[in-house]
């Protein structure tokens, strides 16, 4: 499974789930659309971070890095690769 998959399945499942999978475009925007908050951003990023590998406590974190899957996908490239 791809990790653009897996992604979609945690904000599905997590923020949306009256959504299928195959409905989310990884350009969707999850913040100015409201479906990912403030407080749910934070959850977003620690899941991340767990999910993934990444170091979140160690490096420089934008919410524009969590706007959508994409972005998401960029940012565990950018910093599994530093």
Same mark, same amino acid.
Do not use: C, N
């Given at each position: 499974?791809?990790?653009?998959?897996?992604?979609?399945?945690?904000?599905?499942?997590?923020?949306? #789930?009256?959504?299928? !999978?195959?409905?989310? *475009?990884?350009?969707?925007?999850?913040? %100015?659309?409201? +479906?990912?908050?403030?407080?749910?951003?934070?959850?977003?990023?620690?899941?991340?971070?767990?999910?993934?590998?990444? #170091?979140?406590?160690? !490096?420089?974190?934008? *919410?524009?890095?969590?706007?959508?899957? %994409?972005?998401? +996908?960029?940012?565990?490239?950018?910093?599994?690769?530093?």
């Amino acid at each position: 499974m791809s990790a653009a998959t897996v992604i979609k399945q945690h904000i599905v499942s997590e923020y949306a #789930p009256d959504t299928s !999978v195959d409905e989310l *475009p990884s350009s969707y925007d999850l913040l %100015d659309t409201g +479906l990912v908050d403030s407080l749910a951003l934070l959850g977003l990023i620690t899941w991340v971070g767990e999910r993934f590998g990444v #170091p979140v406590d160690e !490096v420089e974190i934008s *919410p524009d890095d969590f706007r959508s899957v %994409d972005a998401i +996908l960029r940012f565990i490239e950018i910093t599994k690769s530093a």
